[in-house]
């Protein structure tokens, strides 16, 4: 199904909705600064999440001119990219907020994950062997290595929570918070990493049978 869509197209594919993602990111990060917090930066809201992810990827696609490196880009936008939509769309109060702006953002910000990651199975550029889901994993553990950083970085009383492992304080995550407060925090986040994996595995399996 390569043959259907070509490398450049679907660079320019991921580039524009990079641009689109970064945009209301930045629309959002104002509003949330100067509106809502006082002209106050509220770390929480940095953008370095499971969700954040696609964007700076679909920001980069225009230097993955290799098949092989474009391939496991589009891999992780369908594995994981699609995990993030599904599962914050399966509990949409986590995207309700007191405007509407933000919850509009919120909502379009999954739905696109969601298409970026249909896009990807569909078009044949993303892998579909095991092989391939094990080839993303050095990129996900990296992401999992920089959120530990940012949140050891912002201190203990700071609100940083990338990628919801914090050694701080439990997981604000359902079931994860219950896990982290009776078993440690140290557990609570393994489990919520494994659970990730676990996760994007099941999505791509999925995805191999869209095909």
Known sequence: MIKKFSLHCIEKVLFFIGIFLLTSEILKQLLLTFVMNNGHYNLWYFPFQLCSIPMYICLAAPLLHSEKTL???ATFLQDFGLLGGIMALAVPPGLMHPYWTMTLHGFLWHFTLLFLGLLSCM???AGHERR???DILP???LCCVIAWVINIAAGPTADAD???ISPF???SQAVFHEIACAVGIFWGNLLYVVSMIVGGLLMHKISS???
């Open 162 to 164: 990338m990628f919801y």
């Open 169 to 171: 304080h439990p997981s």
């Open 139 to 141: 990129f996900f553990f």
């Open 209 to 211: 049978r869209l095909l």
């Open 71 to 73: 391939r496991r880009a």
């Open 123 to 125: 078009s044949g550029i």
């Open 132 to 134: 391939d889901y094990m």
